[in-house]
T-cell receptor, first 111, second 114 residues
Framework: QKEVEQNSGPLSVPEGAIASLNCTYS??????FFWYRQYSGKSPELIMS????GDKEDGRFTAQLNKASQYVSLLIRDSQPSDSATYLC???????????FGKGTKLSVIP | NAGVTQTPKFQVLKTGQSMTLQCAQD?????MYWYRQDPGMGLRLIYY???????DKGEVPNGYNVSRLNKREFSLRLESAAPSQTSVYFC?????????????FGAGTRLSVL
């Protein structure tokens, strides 16, 4: 069974700091990787997608992928209180329609 | 654009009652999905429809049925609701599988089965 593991947190960081969120996955043939943000009582919304080894930056967000280590991470620079949410890692196999989600890491940014 | 619209937003059922959750998307996506989200369990796929006319089971299909009514609409039916089906249900859509499987979610239906 495909598994996606995340530290459940809560992860607390001060405002302006870098938040680092980590995710490991079990299916070695996974091809696509996604980070979703979910505010309490709301639906998940896509933040980043990454498909190749290395870093991908979008504003204050950087996704990092290491397929050899089966590891994907999300860095949030200059963290803001509005970044306080649960972050979900999702993994997809080649050509697959089934995303496997981790249970999420709850992030709290302290003003 | 509305994106993905789910109805109803809230529902309370008694054990054994039936109901249908409705989902519609206006993004011309080919694929649609139904998930449930429970505390400590994350998002789990119930059923999905890769394209109009097809449906497939996900991780937790027992107790549910689905209908892909047309390209826009994908419904989830609970024939005889059980307390274990108390959950938040999300519908999602995407353009394709693989790298195209960027899924967009509806606002959710909060279901309580008493």
């Amino acid at each position: 069974q495909k598994e996606v593991e995340q530290n459940s947190g809560p992860l607390s960081v001060p405002e302006g700091a870098i938040a680092s969120l980590n995710c490991t996955y079990s299916d070695r043939v996974s091809q696509s990787f996604f980070w979703y943000r979910q505010y309490s009582g709301k639906s998940p919304e896509l933040i980043m997608s990454i498909y190749s080894n290395g870093d991908k930056e979008d504003g204050r967000f950087t996704a990092q992928l290491n397929k050899a280590s089966q590891y994907v991470s999300l860095l949030i620079r200059d963290s803001q209180p509005s970044d306080s949410a649960t972050y979900l890692c999702a993994v997809n196999g080649a050509g697959s329609y089934q995303l496997t989600f981790g249970k999420g890491t709850k992030l709290s940014v302290i003003p | 654009n509305a994106g993905v619209t789910q109805t109803p937003k809230f529902q309370v059922l008694k054990t054994g009652q039936s109901m249908t959750l409705q989902c519609a998307q206006d993004m011309n996506h080919n694929s649609m999905y139904w998930y449930r989200q429970d505390p400590g369990m994350g998002l789990r796929l119930i059923y999905y429809s890769a394209s109009e006319g097809t449906t497939d089971k996900g991780e937790v299909p027992n107790g549910y049925n689905v209908s892909r009514l047309n390209k826009r609409e994908f419904s989830l039916r609970l024939e005889s609701a059980a307390p274990s089906q108390t959950s938040v249900y999300f519908c999602a859509s995407s353009d394709a599988g693989g790298q195209g499987n960027i899924q967009y979610f509806g606002a959710g239906t909060r279901l309580s089965v008493l």
